[in-house]
């Protein structure tokens, strides 16, 4: 299945898509919005997502994949963006502010650490390791995607993104790949010198990306046109 956002009831709800079937089903109905869903470290009977609320406070809550559970509010802590689970206990989260930070939180707790500043968006674990890979803007007219090491705390640069874009996904090969302007493209750390291009996708104005476990479906955000 994939978790996606939609105001199709006039909210910004939750719906599932299953892959094998195409059904679209809705998952919650609530006055608040919900973002960035990610299936909850610990527990794949559960989901994280950035909450809304209608004074537009962002928070992370919990939330069942099935009935008979209420939601509930995963740390206290407001401005988040994306996020990725470490474990059962931590969340690595993307902070908005001025500069944004990259920031680790023991779930149900205020108990923070600034990983990184001026990082971007895209924010995505690492198949096969206990790390968790991030974008950040190192200076003026020069990026990195970078990999923070859950055990060590310590970070590490794998690849220069592509000039205007600011979303990655990684594959379980240990590749990264990038979507520009409906072109996909394709960078291995320790195997390539530069990004390759793989494809066109046949559609306009390409962002998020995210990778299936298996390596064999992409889904992608796009312009409907």
Do not use: C
């Not at 105001?7 to 059904?23: H, L, P, V």
């Not at 108990?111 to 950040?136: C, E, F, K, W």
């Not at 090491?149 to 240990?174: H, K, N, R």
């Amino acid at each position: 299945h994939i978790l996606f956002t939609s105001d199709r009831t006039g909210n910004m709800d939750t719906f599932s898509y299953a892959i094998d079937g195409g059904e679209t089903t809705q998952v919650t109905k609530t006055a608040e919005g919900e973002y960035s869903h990610t299936v909850t470290g610990g527990d794949p009977n559960r989901f994280s997502a950035i909450r809304m609320d209608l004074d537009g406070v962002q928070e992370l809550w919990h939330y069942p994949l099935g009935d008979g559970a209420e939601p509930m509010p995963g740390a206290d802590i407001d401005r988040v963006g994306y996020h990725t689970w470490v474990d059962a206990d931590r969340v690595l989260f993307f902070r908005l502010g001025r500069p944004a930070t990259l920031q680790l939180v023991e779930a149900g707790t205020a108990d923070t650490t600034i990983i990184a500043s001026n990082v971007g968006r895209s924010l995505h674990q690492v198949p096969g390791r206990r790390a968790s890979a991030y974008l950040v803007n190192v200076e003026e007219g020069y990026r990195e995607i970078r990999v923070f090491d859950w055990d060590s705390g310590e970070s590490g640069s794998i690849a220069v993104p592509l000039e205007g874009g600011q979303d990655f996904a990684l594959g379980p090969d240990g590749s990264v790949l990038m979507a520009i302007d409906g072109t996909l493209y394709r960078y291995t750390p320790g195997e390539m010198v530069d990004w390759e291009e793989v494809g066109d996708l046949g559609l306009a104005g390409t962002t998020r990306l995210a990778v299936s476990p298996d390596g064999r479906l992409l889904a992608v955000v796009a312009d409907r046109s």
